[in-house]
Nanobody
């Protein structure tokens, strides 16, 4: 499963940004999807996940209420809408796919396909 992220960039604190992930896979809806991030010098962190058909979803406490994950299986895309961004949200954001399609996995070991990432930088 190929995954390509887009939409990263530089934004001021308090601003909004939407990152997207697209795939050419014919079985995209068979995968749960997730967004992860990794800041310099830090471990990779799970941000949000979504089941194959859009429900359920899961959010890390650090982004709950500010980030929204969604997917469009007709377009093979999964998006992460981010509002009220903070400097600590600065990281490379990765899209990933999991075989556990009926769930919103909460650990990264459930994900088997990964994109190359897109940089999100939040200035203070």
């Amino acid at each position: 499963v190929d995954l390509v992220e887009s939409g990263g960039g530089l934004v001021q604190a308090g601003g909004s940004l939407r990152v997207s992930c697209s795939s050419s896979s014919r079985t995209f809806s068979s995968y749960a999807m997730g967004w992860f991030r990794q800041a310099p010098g830090k471990e990779r962190e799970l941000v949000a996940t979504i089941a194959g058909h859009g429900d359920p979803t899961y959010y890390a406490d650090s982004v709950k209420g500010r980030f929204t994950i969604s997917r469009d299986n007709s377009k093979n895309t999964v998006d992460l809408q981010m509002i009220n961004l903070k400097p600590e949200d600065t990281a490379v954001y990765y899209c990933a796919a999991s075989n556990f399609y009926a769930t919103a996995p909460v650990t990264d070991d459930k994900f088997i396909f990964w994109g190359l990432g897109t940089q999100v930088t939040v200035s203070s």
